[in-house]
C-alpha cells in the first residue's frame, strides 16, 4: 500500500522560514528527496495543508486505504485533539516527524497530543527525520 507523506501549517514556507532552525531545503526538495528513495519500494502521496479539518481529512483518506503516514503536523502537533481524534478514529499507522528536536525548545513544544496515538515519533533529524520515518514504515509493512 501507499505512504502519505502528510506536511501541516507553514511547511510550505520551508527554505525561507526560520532557516537555522527548521533548514535550507523547500518542501519540494524534501519531497523530491523522497521520491528517490522510495523509488521502486512504495508509492508516496504528498499532501500539504495550513488548515486543520484538511489535515484531518487526509488522516482518514490514509486510514481508509490502509496506508502509512509520515505526518509534520507543525503547530497543530501541540493544540490538536481533532488530528488525534482522526488517527485514532480512522486506525491511521502515523509515524510523527518533525525537522527540529522539540524537546529541546521552548516548554510548549515540549507536549503532543498526537504522540500517544502514532506508531512511533522521529525529531531532531533535519529533513533526515522524514528519510528515517519512510525507513521506519517500510521496515514495518515487510
Ligand atoms: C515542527 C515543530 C513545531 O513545534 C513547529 O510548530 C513546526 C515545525 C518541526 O518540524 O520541527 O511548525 O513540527
Known amino acids: 500500500s501507499r505512504i502519505f507523506v502528510v506536511n501541516g501549517p507553514n511547511l510550505n514556507l520551508l527554505g525561507q522560514r526560520e532557516p537555522g532552525i527548521y533548514g535550507a531545503k523547500t518542501l519540494a526538495d524534501i519531497a523530491a528527496?523522497?521520491?528517490?528513495?522510495?523509488?521502486?519500494r512504495v508509492e508516496l502521496e504528498f499532501r500539504q495543508s495550513n488548515h486543520e479539518g484538511d489535515l484531518v481529512g487526509y488522516i482518514h483518506e490514509a486510514g481508509l486505504e490502509g496506508a502509512g503516514v509520515?505526518?509534520?503536523a507543525g503547530a497543530y502537533t501541540h493544540t490538536s485533539i481533532a488530528l488525534a481524534d482522526a488517527i485514532k478514529a480512522a486506525h491511521a499507522r502515523v509515524v510523527?516527524?518533525?525537522?527540529?528536536?522539540?524537546?529541546?525548545?521552548?516548554?510548549?513544544?515540549?507536549?503532543?497530543?498526537?504522540?500517544p496515538v502514532c506508531v512511533g515519533v522521529i525529531a531532531g533529524f533535519g529533513d533526515r527525520s522524514y528519510h528515517l520515518a519512510l525507513e521506519a514504515l517500510l521496515e514495518m509493512q515487510s
Open 33 to 40: 528527496d523522497l521520491v528517490e528513495r522510495a523509488a521502486g
Open 70 to 72: 509520515i505526518l509534520n
Open 96 to 115: 510523527e516527524v518533525h525537522l527540529s528536536n522539540v524537546h529541546a525548545r521552548e516548554a510548549f513544544r515540549h507536549h503532543s497530543y498526537l504522540s
